[in-house]
């Protein structure tokens, strides 16, 4: 017997049969009396939605979406409650006075705590969430908050900030923290120095009352949070997931149709809601939530998993949740995949029935619902489609750059011509993209100056392929040039064949402009700076000049006989000659430092010399007042360093003598440690501390500006210049670390650093000597040639070189000293050469006499007034062993002389 069966056979095989017939017509008329009315509209259910806030643009989408039918359309009845201070739609939600609400990062926390919330859509792919302060307030970091007075909600709500200060390292209890009053007048009026807000809303007030606003932004430093999203209740969701399903939809829609139309939404605002903003405040929130959203870029509602697990994340960071949290249910699945066995079963059953009830109806009934189905989606897809390229369209004919196309002519120069060009290029050159397609018209309007170079590199790039930048002047419509940057791309076929180019074209005039700019403001700084280098100088040596007489003299005085009052007198100059050279130095050191001149050296050195040197100059002022000057140098610090010993020594000397200084009675110690040693480097901190009268809270923040001490009568009783401490952070930084101190008033202070060194295994001197010095004895009757324009100079080291057992030459000129080189170059021992003088400098003095008189051998030590570095490397370049700067001490210039004698031949 046949068995095949078909399922469109089914109805006459029952119908065929006079049983079948008498159960089935009954059935079938049964159905048919129960079928609703095609016509009747089902009643639209109520429900409520619970904003955020107060009616604003905020809430944008819910408005368009009721103004438009949209939720009429889905079948409901929505109220769109505004929210308050206090009222948060989580709990409105939660107690069932309204089925849907918006949220922040709270939702997700409220979740992860066992709340049954549902998160529906996020509309705002980025937190407007930002801490507003002055700009004036020099608050620019999360940093800067410290100590500072922050209005926060309180709340889960300020999860973001929280996670944004955990980032950046800045303990929260360290902010004063104070509850939002949601008036950002308390900004203004100095009540709070920070303000939690929305950067579409609070900013614009700060702008109409003339304040310019700055902010803080979590998205800055890492954290980013969806915000303002959409969600119901697991209970609504479970009860009625197609009227969450219509819901949600329909809000969507309302977005897409208030990002569109966001000057209609405007109007209807101001018209319906009573917003308390004006039309141009919400121009502003629309423009900044654009910003946010991202419609043209990003699906509205889009949703990342991944996104909401680091958020999650970050709440656990912050000890709000435990580790072990998790998320499923928490995120809507608005296509959710029904599963095969349950399909085969409803599929198993209801076929079952309709093939007893009616096969043949059915099938074209689900024929034609599929049909209707395809239908409605192709058409969704087509309307999809349209809305994407109106986006892409709107997003590159609105941006800020042109985009082109070229594609392969034969007849076109270069072998391309333009295909397609973007709305833009009317914006930004004049003229209309129709122009575009002339031949030779984009080379005809490059800059003559350029052209040969933009077009080598075009024919580079259809060599090489790839892509390359390019920039160049092109002319405008109206007849000026302007600069252009535009960057190309070649598109190969599969078989390496160029089929066509795109590129972007971009205004960058205006950073020409700036870099143009930038370029004179650096060349009219570096005169400034040559200018101030040179008045330095200058005044440098008109200073040390008449300095060099007035404590040489006075040496030599005080190596006569003098009765105690004139001693006395005579020893005074002496200390206040000292104490003003100690301030031309420092300001001649901060003038280097300031203009970026400072250079330190890298020499191996003895730290316990260094240290020798400090404590020399410190022992004798700390045992007259009594006081125990203590050096302790921890036993792993190593002995032989590399570095500037010089500039550390400085340093050292300065925090160290400030300790004397200030102390009146106890001590003063010197601590070296070993922070770290690693790859040759070794980090020290050199502590310094006092038992004197420390410093007041109020001076700490400015202790190391220049030309700042405790207060006026710092001055008038201890002296100096203020320079000293400035000048010391700014070495110190050189050499990798930074001073820090610590002080109460009355109780003494600690001055400390850390500062980053070579190691060596050995110290090698820098001009190794000969021999040991000459004694005395055998100097007597050596010739010297003194080289020295300044009368009174002249005379000074001419008695203290002949005191020393010295015959001196004198020449006052550069010129007069060559001369009698020439003439008795084999009876001089050594020269003493004056670098500024008339006639012919002692620069040029020197090198004549190497080079044009070959005498090589011949010690030649500068003595000068001009103390910057400059100089001495010059000095060396010009062929001078050694180099003085006056004033000169007595000793030291007898000591360089003698030290010289010993290495040369005589």
Not at 116 to 140: E, N, T
Request: charged share 25%.
């Amino acid at each position: 017997m046949d068995r095949s069966f078909s399922f469109m056979s089914m109805p006459a095989f029952f119908f065929s049969r006079p049983a079948a017939r008498r159960r089935i017509f009954p059935l079938l008329c049964l159905l048919l009396w129960c079928r609703p009315a095609v016509t009747a509209e089902p009643p639209l259910e109520a429900v409520t939605l619970q904003l955020r806030w107060l009616h604003q643009f905020q809430f944008a989408g819910y408005y368009a979406a009721q103004e438009k039918g949209y939720y009429r359309e889905a079948g409901l009845d929505v109220t769109i409650s505004p929210g308050r201070p206090g009222l948060q739609p989580i709990g409105e939600v939660l107690a069932g006075r309204a089925q849907f609400g918006v949220a922040n990062s709270e939702l997700l926390h409220q979740r992860l705590l066992g709340r049954p919330l549902v998160a529906l859509a996020a509309v705002f792919q980025h937190s407007p969430s930002v801490l507003l302060v002055r700009a004036d307030s020099g608050i620019r970091s999360p940093q800067d908050l410290v100590g500072k007075r922050v209005m926060m909600i309180g709340d889960d709500t300020d999860a973001d900030f929280l996670a944004m200060l955990r980032n950046e390292g800045v303990d929260v209890s360290r902010l004063a923290r104070l509850n939002s009053s949601y008036d950002v007048g308390d900004l203004l009026d100095g009540r709070t120095d920070a303000f939690n807000a929305y950067v579409t809303n609070e900013p614009y007030l700060l702008e109409q009352r003339g304040v310019l606003p700055a902010v803080i932004s979590p998205i800055t430093y890492g954290i980013d949070f969806y915000s303002d999203i959409l969600f119901t209740s697991e209970q609504e969701l479970a009860e009625r997931p197609d009227r969450v399903k219509a819901f949600r939809d329909a809000s969507l829609r309302g977005w897409d149709y208030a990002m569109r139309h966001p000057d209609e939404i405007i109007e209807l605002i101001l018209r319906r809601y009573g917003s308390g903003k004006s039309r141009e405040h919400l121009r502003y929130e629309a423009d900044a939530m654009r910003r946010l959203i991202l419609p043209e870029l990003v699906e509205l509602g889009h949703m990342n998993p991944g996104r909401w697990r680091r958020m999650a994340d970050s709440f656990v960071q912050l000890g709000m949740v435990k580790a072990d949290y998790r998320l499923d249910g928490f995120l809507y699945d608005p296509d959710p995949k029904v599963g095969y066995s349950r399909v085969k079963w409803l599929g198993g059953a209801a076929g079952g029935i309709l093939i007893l009830l009616a096969g043949t109806a059915l099938c074209q009934g689900i024929f034609n619902r599929r049909l209707q189905r395809e239908v409605r989606e192709r058409k969704q897809a087509e309307d999809q489609l349209r809305q994407t390229g109106a986006r892409l369209r709107h997003l590159i004919d609105g941006g800020p750059a042109v985009v082109y196309s070229l594609l392969p002519s034969l007849q076109a120069e270069g072998g391309f011509a333009m295909d397609y060009v973007s709305a833009a290029l009317v914006r930004l050159a004049g003229y209309p993209p129709a122009q575009w397609h002339e031949p030779a018209f984009w080379s005809e309007h490059v800059h003559p100056d350029d052209r040969q170079g933009v077009s080598g590199l075009n024919r580079r790039l259809l060599r090489e392929r790839g892509t390359l930048v390019h920039e160049y002047r092109f002319r405008h419509a109206d007849g000026h040039y302007f600069w252009v940057h535009d960057s190309l791309t070649v598109i190969c076929d599969e078989e390496g064949r160029p089929v066509e180019i795109i590129g972007t074209w971009i205004d960058i005039s205006a950073r020409k402009e700036a870099e143009a700019a930038l370029v004179a403001a650096k060349d009219e700084a570096d005169r400034a700076n040559r200018a101030k280098s040179e008045f330095l100088a200058n005044m440098s040596h008109e200073i040390r000049t008449p300095m060099n007489a007035v404590m040489g003299f006075a040496q030599l005085a005080l190596k006569t006989e003098l009765n105690p009052r004139q001693h006395d007198y005579v020893e005074r100059i002496d200390r206040a000659s000292k104490a003003l050279l100690g301030v031309i130095n420092d300001v001649l050191d901060f003038s280097k430092i300031e203009a970026g001149r400072m250079d330190l050296e890298r020499i191996a050195f003895r730290l316990d010399a260094a240290l020798d040197s400090v404590y020399s100059l410190n022992a004798v002022a700390a045992e007259q007042k009594g006081l125990l000057l203590r050096f302790n140098v921890a036993p792993d610090v190593p002995a032989i360093l590399v570095g500037d010993p010089l500039r550390l020594s400085q340093v050292l000397i300065n925090l160290v003598s400030n300790a004397v200084k200030f102390t009146a009675a106890g001590e003063v110690s010197l601590l070296v440690a070993k922070r770290r040693e690693r790859k040759g480097q070794a980090r020290l901190l050199f502590t310094v501390r006092d038992t004197g009268s420390g410093i007041r809270e109020e001076v700490l923040p400015y202790l190391f500006e220049p030309f700042t001490q405790e207060d006026s009568s710092t001055t008038r009783r201890f002296g100096g210049s203020g320079l000293g401490l400035a000048i010391s952070q700014r070495l110190v930084k050189l050499m990798g670390g930074v001073i820090e101190v610590r002080s109460a008033y009355g109780q003494g202070s600690q001055f400390s650093f850390v500062a980053d060194f070579g190691l060596a295994a050995q110290v090698v001197p820098a001009i190794p000597p000969a021999r040991p010095p000459l004694p005395a004895a055998a100097q007597a009757g050596i010739r010297l040639l003194l080289v020295e324009d300044h009368d009174v100079n002249r005379s000074l080291m001419l008695e203290v070189l002949q005191e020393a057992g010295f015959v001196v030459d004198v020449a006052v000129n550069g010129r007069e000293a060559v001369e009698r080189v020439a003439r008795f170059s084999r009876d001089y021992g050594a020269v003493l050469m004056d670098l500024q003088m008339p006639e012919m400098d002692g620069f040029d003095a020197t090198r004549l006499i190497r080079r044009g008189l070959g005498v090589t051998d011949l010690p030649i030590i500068a003595i000068t007034a001009h103390a910057l570095g400059s100089e001495r490397g010059k000095s060396m370049e010009a062929g001078m062993n050694d180099f003085l700067t006056k004033p000169v001490d007595t000793g030291l210039l007898v000591d360089t002389v003698r030290r010289w004698l010993a290495a040369s031949p005589l």
